[in-house]
């Protein structure tokens, strides 16, 4: 089979993830990445109106300081049709539970770092779409000793949303 050599652009917030990315896309000979933008979601000023095939959001929404901005812009880029594929972790649901502990009490921490849990799965619901599709898992970090905040971590929705 002939797989024709597709071009992506990407952004993140953190500068070191250029590096990371075009390592990762060297080893992938079918993707290119044309572009690269140091920026969060809600800040897509420079990408034009229905452009884009598909936007893949990890871990992206939770450094956004305004989640439903960065959704609109989202929405602005992506051509109709065009899917926003995601995996983002997320507040627990359960009140009073261990994980709901360590994050109400590393919150601070977290926004230092900044990272904010959030009822995303809920803001995508909301935003426009013409479909969503939302799963939730917690990861099981067992063998793995996270400390503090990082536990907090381990709840989080992935799926894709289609305009």
Known sequence: AVVS?????????????????????Q???R????RFLLTVPERLISVPDNSVSAVVCFHSLCSSS?????????????????????IEH??????WSKIWFIQLNYALQMTVWDCHYGDFGSQIKRAGFSETHISERTLNF???????PMQGLAP????????
């Open 66 to 86: 305004n989640v439903n901005l960065a959704l609109l812009e989202i929405l602005r880029v992506l051509k109709p049709g065009g899917k926003m594929y995601f």
């Open 31 to 34: 993707l290119v990445l044309d």
């Open 142 to 148: 067992k063998g793995i000793r996270m400390m503090g």
């Open 156 to 163: 989080h929705i992935y799926g894709y949303a289609v305009k």
């Open 90 to 95: 997320v507040r627990s649901k359960e009140a």
């Open 27 to 29: 080893e992938e000979s």
């Open 5 to 25: 050599t597709q071009s992506t652009g990407a952004t993140d917030h953190w500068e070191g993830a250029k590096d990371f990315l075009e390592q990762n896309f």
